[in-house]
């Protein structure tokens, strides 16, 4: 499921948890309702309560964190493939076609990435299918070098690649990372009978209702935004590509 349903639905049950408890008190008898059964049901609210801020919380930092190391793989890519496009510019005029693969290959990933960020090239550079870092990588072990200072750098550029390739694949492989749903639903849950006991013993007028409309949005939008960021790759909430544009420009040069 995306993040937008999967807040909508969170949405949908917190505050039908409220709406709930607000028709049962119409059949609850007057004596289950008094002070100290008050007491006893706002105890159980505030337990819940609890422990839904704290799996929040926890859920937040969690996704926080998986934004944050997508978005260090992407700076940290993008800086080695300018350091990769140097090696190859200092080995030589024979890397000129390899130093274009690799230009084309990055406007070709923003691209895909980001369709409205394209950058000020040929439109045919980046519509032909781009090259991989793969080829790329056999395309420099092709190469013939003809002193120490060439071997020199046809390892570092190699070396280089393999980490961009391992960044790649690791990139992919975080962008699986999901929450679980067992535990979604069991969240969903805790939350559903937070609100259904704030509306068991809430009054039903319009103010109270503006206010659980306003809480059960609010706690959507935080399940829609740990949704997101645990998927920085696409969504309303994105890891930014302007380092890898920024490559782009120093590529080739």
């Not at 109270?208 to 935080?222: P, Q, T, Y």
Request: glycine residues 6%; contains cysteine; hydrophobic residues 50%.
């Amino acid at each position: 499921m995306s993040a937008v349903v999967v807040g909508v639905i969170t949405f949908v049950c917190v505050f039908g948890g409220a709406i709930a408890g607000m028709l049962i008190r119409k059949f609850i008898p007057e004596h289950h309702l008094t002070v100290d059964s008050r007491d006893a049901i706002k105890m159980g609210a505030g337990l819940i309560a609890t422990l839904s801020a704290l799996v929040l919380g926890l859920l937040v930092s969690s996704a926080k964190n998986s934004f944050d190391d997508m978005s260090d793989s992407v700076i940290q890519s993008s800086a080695k493939l300018i350091m990769l496009d140097r090696a190859m510019a200092r080995y030589g005029p024979q890397t000129q076609p390899i130093r274009q693969m690799l230009q084309r290959s990055v406007i070709a990933l923003i691209n895909m990435s980001r369709p409205e960020n394209k950058t000020n090239v040929d439109k045919a550079a980046f519509e032909r299918e781009p090259p991989t870092m793969e080829l790329v990588s056999d395309k420099l072990r092709e190469l013939t070098p003809q002193n120490d200072a060439q071997q020199a750098l046809q390892s570092e550029a190699l070396r280089l690649c393999g980490e961009i390739l391992q960044n790649r694949w690791l990139m992919i492989e975080q962008s699986q990372i999901s929450l679980p749903l067992t535990f979604l639903v069991v969240l969903v849950f805790w939350l559903t009978i937070l609100f259904g006991s704030i509306g068991l013993l809430a009054p039903a007028n319009k103010t109270v209702i503006v206010s659980l409309v306003i809480c059960s949005i609010s706690v959507g939008g935080a399940i829609f935004l740990i949704e997101e960021m645990n998927n920085p790759i696409s969504g309303f909430v994105k890891v930014s590509n302007a380092p890898l544009i920024k490559a782009v420009e120093h590529l080739g040069r």
